[in-house]
Nanobody, 124 residues
Framework: QVQLVESGGGLVQAGDSLRLACAASGRTFSSYAMGWFRQTPGKEREFVAAINWNGAITDYADSVKGRFTVSRDNAKNTVYLRMSSLKPEDTADYYC?????????????????WGQGTQVTVSS
C-alpha cells in the first residue's frame, strides 16, 4: 500500500509560478512511475505529466508542455510539479498518482494509487 499526500496548491495570479509536491509512503517509491493529473468540476480527470521510476523519461500534456516540469527525488520519496506561466485555465484540483510498473503512462487507469489532491486557482 502506498499513500500519497499532495501539497503546494494555492491561489496565484496569471503568469505566476507554483510548485506542487507529492510525498509518498513506503519503501518501493523508487520503483514506481508517477503521474500528475488535474480535474475541474464536471470534467474528467485529465493527464498533466508523468515521470518514470528513475526520472530519465517524462511526458506532458500538450496544454502544459514548455510550462510545467515534473521531477522526482527518490531519496525523499517525493515527486514535484513545477508550474510556470500559469493561466486561468490551469485552475483545477491536482492529483498525483503512482504506477506500480515503472514505465510512464498517460491513462488514469494505468495508475494504482492516488492522493487526495491539492487545489490550484489561477486568477486573471
Amino acid at each position: 500500500q502506498v499513500q500519497l499526500v499532495e501539497s503546494g496548491g494555492g491561489l496565484v495570479q496569471a503568469g505566476d509560478s507554483l510548485r506542487l509536491a507529492c510525498a509518498a509512503s513506503g519503501r518501493t517509491f523508487s520503483s514506481y512511475a508517477m503521474g500528475w493529473f488535474r480535474q475541474t468540476p464536471g470534467k474528467e480527470r485529465e493527464f498533466v505529466a508523468a515521470i518514470n521510476w528513475n526520472g530519465a523519461i517524462t511526458d506532458y500534456a500538450d496544454s502544459v508542455k514548455g510550462r510545467f516540469t515534473v521531477s522526482r527525488d527518490n531519496a525523499k520519496n517525493t515527486v514535484y510539479l513545477r508550474m510556470s506561466s500559469l493561466k486561468p485555465e490551469d485552475t483545477a484540483d491536482y492529483y498525483c498518482a503512482a504506477r506500480i510498473n515503472g514505465g510512464i503512462a498517460t491513462r488514469r487507469e494505468s495508475y494504482t494509487y492516488w492522493g487526495q489532491g491539492t487545489q490550484v486557482t489561477v486568477s486573471s
